[in-house]
């Protein structure tokens, strides 16, 4: 009898330190998974902000330089010529407000096909908001559809049905007998592949769904 017990004894620890080492190497991959983000995430924001100082100094020289070429119009007497630079300037200015009320309004319509659905946080919603904005462009009427013509709405739905973006939502809740809880999203990657096969995309992905802080064992 008392054997048997030290058997017993000696699997449970086996089987709580393979769950050990398990959580260990999860925790340990999304770690390294989140640092990189973060070093990327770095590297992108320095990267726009050189892009943007960039394009802040070419725009204020070429202001600078227009401002010029007016004067030095007017000082020779040359009004037309500087009245034509000045007009195509200000129309210029006027179909980028135009522009920017456009896509305001875009950007509107979008978030509020959007705002209905169960995202897993903050960060998948704005993945999935600029994925769609991404595929929209303009009918000949102005209004914004999705490349293949579809409303915003009804792209928005299919969306939503994508089982590639499923790791964007929360999981989903079973009901019913025999249910087995809450059904957990692989969308993006195999949640049968041990993590040490997976790639960099699969990893995130699995990180994303939450499957890197459960205890399946993945090694």
Do not use: C
Not at 161 to 184: H, I, M, N, W, Y
């Amino acid at each position: 009898m008392e054997n048997e017990n030290n058997v017993e004894l000696n699997e449970a620890n086996e089987n709580g330190s393979d769950m050990s080492t398990s959580d260990e190497i999860s925790k340990m991959v999304e770690a390294r998974v989140m640092e990189e983000l973060s070093g990327i995430k770095e590297k992108l924001n320095s990267a726009y902000s050189a892009r943007d100082e960039a394009v802040k100094k070419a725009v204020a020289y070429e202001e600078e330089r227009k401002q010029l070429t007016i004067k030095q119009l007017e000082e020779e007497g040359k009004h037309k010529e500087a009245a034509d630079i000045k007009l195509t300037e200000l129309s210029a200015r006027l179909n980028e407000r135009e522009k920017q009320i456009t896509e305001l309004t875009r950007d509107s319509v979008v978030r509020d096909a959007l705002r209905g659905l169960d995202f897993r946080n903050d960060t998948a919603a704005d993945f999935a908001y600029r994925d769609v904005v991404s595929q929209l462009t303009q009918d000949e009427n102005g209004q914004w559809v999705h490349r293949t013509g579809a409303s915003i709405k009804d792209f928005v739905d299919s969306f939503r049905k994508d089982d590639d973006k499923e790791f964007l939502f929360r999981p989903k809740q079973s009901a019913g007998v025999g249910a087995q809880g809450v059904q957990t999203p692989t969308g993006g990657f195999d949640a049968t592949k041990p993590l040490s096969e997976m790639t960099t995309d699969e990893i995130m992905a699995a990180a994303a769904a939450g499957h890197l802080g459960s205890n399946e064992k993945w090694i």
